[in-house]
Antibody, heavy 121, light 108 residues
Framework: QVQLVQSGAEVKKPGASVKVSCKASGYTFTDDYLHWLRQAPGQGLEWMGWINPNAGGTEYGQTFQGRVTMTRDTSTSTVYMELSSLRSDDTAVYYCARDSPLSTNGVFDYWGQGTLVTVSS | SYVLTQPPSVSVAPGQTARITCGGD??????VHWYQQKPGQAPVLVVYDDSDRPSGIPERFSGFNSGNTATLTISRVEAGDEADYHCQVWHGSGDHYVFGTGTKVTVL
């Protein structure tokens, strides 16, 4: 069965960077794009960007361009999301999610369990 | 940027029907997906491509999309359906993947 398992919670100071991992299993890692999204406390979901695990190509949302970097390691079927210059309003649960092969219309069928990133001085 | 608007909350008695709307400019020309999210958990896909259900999702969940409104309908509501529901579209430009504001469904 498809599983996405993320790294544990992080506490960072303003201005620092955070790197979150997402290990995929149960399917062919290079077949499907993986996305990163986040959800601030009590707020809705916000898309951050995607990575193509096959070729390594990426696309980032306008809000995050210049601050986010997504990478992958095909040997361990793991993708990473690094967010720099952290601010207090980056405090959120960060999710990875698979771009579903069910549809060509940009839908996420499996999600990681989420990683809480807290930014506080 | 493209905006999707959902009612903050919907209340429904067990066994009745819940309807959750998602409004957007000519949303009927786009393809809508719906996610269920229970407290402290990751979202779960319940409807994709306007009206299709992933494997394992009960037939009680259905979707429709036309004009400026998409609707998720939950028939014969159960206590376990209490959750937040989010609509989502792929916009195709700018921030490609847009989510609605979310609707909290309360089962009375």
């Amino acid at each position: 069965q498809v599983q996405l398992v993320q790294s544990g919670a992080e506490v960072k100071k303003p201005g620092a960077s955070v790197k979150v991992s997402c290990k995929a299993s149960g399917y062919t890692f290079t077949d499907d794009y993986l996305h990163w999204l986040r959800q601030a406390p009590g707020q809705g979901l916000e898309w951050m960007g995607w990575i193509n695990p096959n070729a390594g190509g990426t696309e980032y949302g306008q809000t995050f361009q210049g601050r986010v970097t997504m990478t992958r390691d095909t040997s361990t079927s793991t993708v990473y999301m690094e967010l720099s210059s952290l601010r207090s309003d980056d405090t959120a649960v960060y999710y990875c999610a698979r771009d579903s092969p069910l549809s060509t219309n940009g839908v996420f069928d499996y999600w990681g369990q989420g990683t809480l990133v807290t930014v506080s001085s | 940027s493209y905006v999707l608007t959902q009612p903050p909350s919907v209340s429904v008695a067990p066994g009745q029907t819940a309807r959750i709307t998602c409004g957007g400019d000519n949303i009927g020309s786009k393809t809508v997906h719906w996610y269920q999210q229970k407290p402290g958990q990751a979202p779960v896909l319940v409807v994709y491509d306007d009206s299709d259900r992933p494997s394992g999702i009960p037939e009680r969940f259905s979707g429709f999309n036309s004009g400026n409104t998409a609707t998720l309908t939950i028939s014969r509501v159960e206590a376990g359906d209490e959750a937040d529901y989010h609509c989502q579209v792929w916009h195709g430009s700018g921030d490609h993947y847009v989510f609605g504001t979310g609707t909290k469904v309360t089962v009375l």
